[in-house]
């Protein structure tokens, strides 16, 4: 009876041993040969098994208002106690948030988190204080929260792109804080101290 011994190589061997009755005999096969039994291998459902690539929507939370807002009541309630002082730099804050609200958005595509800007989502340049683009893959987050998530506020996240050692980000939550959440969660992982309530 006759067995049929491969030799061990990476794809498929250069050479077929042939063994009859405890003799062997070795025949090189061409190229042309290998991709023949290469094919037929696949056809029969052997050799490596690869998972079938699911992509994920691109998720783009929508603009919340509310932080914008609140920040404005505030400085408005300064404005009414006579406490001008107080009241600028929290109207300023209240006006720059509302304007970034209109314009920067947060893009979750199918491997990173983006900061884009405009209706067309055009990109938002280097970022100003470490460099690079602003795109960080979830693969290298370290860890993320929102505080708080009954009325966001900020939300942070740690990665290791930028910086090997890390890079922490905080952003105010000027977009749909329930959204931000769930994509988080589904794209980064869960988060290590926060739940939404």
């Keep these: ?29 061409s190229r042309n040969q290998r991709s023949r039994v290469v094919s037929l291998f696949s056809q029969l459902g052997f050799g490596r098994k690869t998972k079938p690539v699911v992509k994920r929507e691109t998720v783009i939370p929508e603009p919340d208002y509310r932080l914008p807002i609140a920040f404005l009541g505030i400085a408005g309630g300064f404005a009414y106690t006579d406490n001008l002082l107080a009241a600028a730099p929290v109207g300023l804050l209240g006006l720059l948030l509302l304007f970034q609200t209109t314009r920067v958005r947060f893009v979750f595509d199918d491997e990173a988190l983006e900061v884009k800007v405009g209706d067309q989502l055009d990109e938002s340049g280097e970022n100003v204080f470490v460099g690079g683009k602003n795109r960080w893959k979830y693969s290298t987050f370290v860890n993320w929260e929102l505080w708080w998530p009954q009325f966001p506020i900020l939300v942070y996240f740690k990665e290791t792109q930028t910086k090997p050692e890390g890079q922490i980000h905080f952003f105010p939550v000027i977009f749909n804080g329930k959204q931000l959440y769930d994509v988080m969660v589904e794209r980064a992982g869960p988060s290590k101290t926060s739940s939404p309530k």
Aim: aromatic residues 6%; without cysteine.
């Design 1 to 29: 009876m006759a067995t049929l011994a491969l030799s061990s190589s990476l794809i498929l061997p250069s050479v077929i041993q042939v063994k009859v009755q405890n003799r062997f005999f070795t025949k090189k096969v």
